[in-house]
């Protein structure tokens, strides 16, 4: 149950990154900013669930490292 939580906060945690990465560049650009299948297909988007998967494998490293220390 804690394994299924935590891949549920992750998957949170991408979608949020690239729904505030999306919201970010939709003001730069000057281009309305929804919530619909235009912003998930957006490269901005995916920039930002990139920028989560980033975050998790960091996350996971320093927890393995430190459990080596």
Same mark, same amino acid.
């Given at each position: 149950?804690?394994?299924?939580?935590?891949?549920?906060? @992750?998957?949170?945690?991408v979608?949020?990154?690239?729904?505030?990465?999306?919201? !970010?560049?939709? %003001?730069?650009?000057?281009?309305? &900013?929804?919530?619909?299948?235009a912003?998930?297909?957006? @490269?901005?988007?995916?920039?930002?669930?990139?920028?989560?998967?980033?975050?998790? !494998?960091?996350? %996971?490293r320093?927890?393995?490292? &430190?459990?080596?220390?």
């Amino acid at each position: 149950m804690h394994t299924l939580i935590r891949m549920l906060a @992750r998957l949170v945690l991408v979608i949020v990154c690239g729904l505030v990465s999306a919201l !970010f560049f939709s %003001y730069e650009k000057g281009s309305p &900013f929804g919530m619909n299948i235009a912003t998930f297909k957006s @490269r901005y988007f995916w920039l930002g669930a990139v920028t989560g998967l980033i975050f998790i !494998f960091a996350d %996971y490293r320093f927890a393995h490292l &430190f459990l080596l220390s």
